[in-house]
């Protein structure tokens, strides 16, 4: 499912992808909230992050490289899973019963509790998406706490 807020913002200008390297986007209208150089060519590099629009408050994750410039809008469970992967714990149930997702070194892990005993099982992405697709409504509210 693809989600689009109105193009009203100026950041949407920014997305789909351009033929040409990006130096710097610029700071009036994008916080950078991640940025990974990706080597270095002769002065120029390219580099991949994420970016958060300082009037609108949409996020994007972008990629440039020498030769193009890719900006795409983030869905909620992209913030979702950004957020996980930076350490955020998520649980889902409560009681005695309970499943827990984090990502830890890049491996999504879904830590079951059941009456006291624990496992963590290591899921696909994939999975992680689905699981936070089946319960949206929670972890919008968990993205609003980790948001303040
Ligand atoms: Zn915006």
Redesign the pocket.
């Known amino acids: 499912m693809i989600e689009r807020m109105a193009a009203s913002?100026?950041?949407?200008g920014w997305e789909g992808t351009e033929p040409h390297h990006v130096a710097s986007f610029p700071d009036a209208q994008f916080e950078t909230l991640q940025r990974e150089d990706l080597g270095d060519h002769h002065g120029a590099i390219p580099h991949r992050g994420r970016l958060r629009?300082r009037?609108?408050?949409?996020t994007f994750g972008y990629r440039s490289e020498l030769s193009s410039t890719n900006v795409t809008r983030e869905s909620e469970i992209d913030r979702v899973i950004a957020a996980l992967r930076e350490g955020k714990r998520a649980q889902v149930g409560g009681g005695r019963c309970f499943k827990t997702y984090v990502i830890e070194d890049g491996q999504p892990i879904m830590i079951t509790s059941d009456d006291g005993f624990t496992e963590e099982i290591p899921i696909t992405e994939a999975r992680l998406r689905e699981a936070i697709a089946v319960d949206r409504s929670l972890f919008l509210d968990y993205l609003r706490v980790w948001q303040r």
């Open positions: 913002c100026g950041c949407a629009c009037t609108c408050g949409s």
